[in-house]
């Protein structure tokens, strides 16, 4: 085991096949917020389009300029940006939108990955829809695996998404996702959970309850941020956000295959 000590408080575990212990900056052991039952639903601040956007676009904040705009269910925008082989299917948290998610897109882009987005139909639910964006990606020309990445609800439905895409799936990264110990425990791919301390939904419990549950995973990595009550993509506009990044995009770059 190691312990890799980023930001002031950001506490680091890599394992192999799980079965460590997840201890904060200081050595002890990470105290453990009790969850509420669903993610919160307090709508994240998005980030306001720098210029007027006319013609085909998601939220605002991916046009064509960006990649193949496409629309599915009921009208539904999405975009697929980038031309990597390593395909990335990004699944929001409950009230947010893909803007909020431009920032980890960008880098994705810049570091040779194909990354798809979308608004989500609220009819569906969320592991369908991560599904069915799945096999959109999966059917591009020249992409041969795909990470599934999300945040809160996203993160948590990215587990059985990614196990339901079979061999295509190279691994789930999951922000402030409460991955029910059931599913962690079938999880044959490379894991990565990010959270903060106090967080209600996705916080330092419920991240080690998937960790410890996980013994299939290759890679079992746990993050958590403490003292801390950021919330899924908050952490990206926060102090800590170029870290959770970097560490996002180190983390596919060691596991993309």
């Given at each position: 085991?190691?312990?890799?000590?980023?930001?002031?408080?950001?506490?680091?575990?890599?394992?192999?096949?799980?079965?460590?212990?997840?201890?904060?900056?200081?050595?002890?052991?990470?105290?453990?917020?009790?969850?509420?039952?669903?993610?919160?639903?307090?709508?994240?601040?998005?980030?306001?389009?720098?210029?007027?956007?006319?013609?085909?676009?998601?939220?605002?904040?991916?046009?064509?300029?960006?990649?193949?705009?496409?629309?599915?269910?009921?009208?539904?925008?999405?975009?697929?940006?980038?031309?990597?082989?390593?395909?990335?299917?990004?699944?929001?948290?409950?009230?947010?939108?893909?803007?909020?998610?431009?920032?980890?897109?960008?880098?994705?882009?810049?570091?040779?990955?194909?990354?798809?987005?979308?608004?989500?139909?609220?009819?569906?639910?969320?592991?369908?829809?991560?599904?069915?964006?799945?096999?959109?990606?999966?059917?591009?020309?020249?992409?041969?695996?795909?990470?599934?990445?999300?945040?809160?609800?996203?993160?948590?439905?990215?587990?059985?998404?990614?196990?339901?895409?079979?061999?295509?799936?190279?691994?789930?990264?999951?922000?402030?996702?409460?991955?029910?110990?059931?599913?962690?425990?079938?999880?044959?791919?490379?894991?990565?959970?990010?959270?903060?301390?106090?967080?209600?939904y996705g916080g330092a419990k419920d991240l080690q309850t998937?960790?410890?549950?996980?013994?299939?995973?290759?890679?079992?990595?746990?993050?958590?941020?403490?003292?801390?009550?950021?919330?899924?993509?908050?952490?990206?506009?926060?102090?800590?956000?170029?870290?959770?990044?970097?560490?996002?995009?180190?983390?596919?770059?060691?596991?993309?295959?």
């Amino acid at each position: 085991m190691r312990r890799i000590i980023g930001l002031a408080g950001l506490v680091v575990v890599l394992t192999a096949c799980g079965g460590t212990v997840t201890t904060t900056a200081s050595g002890g052991p990470t105290p453990a917020p009790t969850p509420t039952s669903s993610p919160p639903a307090t709508p994240t601040p998005t980030p306001s389009p720098s210029r007027v956007i006319t013609g085909p676009n998601v939220s605002g904040c991916f046009t064509e300029e960006d990649g193949e705009i496409f629309t599915h269910g009921d009208d539904l925008p999405g975009v697929i940006t980038g031309k990597g082989e390593v395909g990335v299917v990004i699944t929001y948290e409950r009230l947010g939108n893909v803007c909020n998610w431009r920032p980890l897109s960008d880098r994705l882009v810049e570091a040779g990955y194909r990354v798809l987005l979308y608004a989500r139909d609220s009819s569906v639910p969320p592991e369908d829809m991560a599904v069915k964006m799945g096999k959109r990606l999966a059917g591009k020309k020249g992409v041969k695996r795909l990470f599934f990445v999300g945040g809160s609800i996203g993160g948590t439905v990215s587990a059985p998404a990614a196990a339901r895409m079979g061999d295509k799936a190279a691994g789930i990264v999951a922000l402030s996702g409460a991955i029910d110990a059931e599913v962690a425990a079938k999880i044959t791919v490379p894991l990565l959970q990010i959270g903060t301390e106090n967080d209600g939904y996705g916080g330092a419990k419920d991240l080690q309850t998937s960790h410890d549950a996980a013994t299939k995973a290759p890679a079992n990595e746990v993050h958590i941020i403490k003292g801390e009550g950021f919330h899924a993509t908050d952490m990206f506009r926060s102090s800590y956000g170029p870290e959770v990044l970097d560490r996002i995009v180190a983390f596919m770059d060691r596991h993309k295959g």
